[in-house]
């Protein structure tokens, strides 16, 4: 089983989050346990634009057993499409692209999305699994 990640559960486990950390370390120790997880670029860059040098982020990565995977094509397409009718729809600016790329690269290249956002995603990636951390 494949789960992409979303960049609100790395950070929530690379900052010790009070508050969401321990929810989401156990829930991708789960995902870890029952097969691969996948960082796709735009989680990627995200999640280590908080970390001093990207040899650490990478290194934080490994440890976690986190791998990278490249956007495809088809991924990028699906993600300006959904894009675009989210906006066509009247939806504001709060989801960028960024949002729809990482959702499309679940979508097409894994089997299921670890992410906090679990609504909006389902909203536009209506065949998406979505695991969510369990909080409280």
Not at 63 to 88: E, H, I, M, T, V
């Amino acid at each position: 089983m494949i789960t992409a990640v979303d960049t609100s559960v790395l950070l929530d486990v690379f900052t010790a989050d009070a508050t969401f950390g321990p929810a989401s370390r156990d829930t991708l120790g789960a995902c870890l346990a029952v097969g691969t997880v996948r960082v796709c670029s735009v989680v990627w860059a995200e999640t280590s634009a908080f970390f001093p040098e990207p040899d650490s982020a990478e290194a934080a990565m490994t440890a976690l057993g986190a791998a990278f995977n490249p956007l495809d094509l088809r991924s990028a397409d699906l993600a300006g499409q959904a894009w675009r009718s989210y906006r066509k729809r009247g939806g504001s600016p709060e989801h960028v692209i960024a949002d729809f790329l990482i959702g499309a690269h679940a979508s097409l290249q894994a089997d299921r999305l670890l992410t906090r956002d679990r609504g909006f995603y389902r909203s536009y990636f209506p065949g998406l699994t979505v695991v969510e951390p369990a909080v409280g």
